[in-house]
C-alpha cells in the first residue's frame, strides 16, 4: 500500500514538471490569418515550433528567418516566433 502511494505520487510529480515544459499557446477563436491553407510552398519545420501542432498539409502562415521559411499555424504563433526567433530555432 506504501509503495503504490509513493508510486503515485511520484507519478504526478513527474507529469505535472513535464506539463511545464511545453508552450502556454492559446489560439483565438479563428486561427487563420487569411483564411486559406499556403500550398505549394516549401517550409524548414513540419511543426509548429510554437505550439508544437503539425503544420504539414495546412500551413497558415509563414516568415523568412536567416534565408528560411518557417510555417505556423496561426498568425499568433508567427507573431509569437517573431519575438524571439533565435530561442525556437535552437530548439
Sequence with gaps: ??????LTVFLSVSMV??????PKVKHKKSM?????????IKVVNKVDPICK??????TKDT????????????AYCKDEFKKDPEK????
Excluded at 514538471?17 to 511545453?22: H, I
Excluded at 516568415?63 to 496561426?74: I, L, M, P
Design 1 to 6: 500500500m506504501k509503495s503504490i502511494f509513493i
Design 17 to 22: 514538471s513535464c506539463n511545464q515544459d511545453a
Design 32 to 40: 487563420n490569418s487569411s483564411g486559406k491553407n499556403l500550398t505549394n
Design 53 to 58: 501542432m503539425e503544420t504539414a498539409g495546412f
Design 63 to 74: 516568415t523568412v528567418y536567416k534565408n528560411k521559411v518557417y510555417g505556423f499555424c496561426s
Design 88 to 91: 525556437y530555432v535552437q530548439q
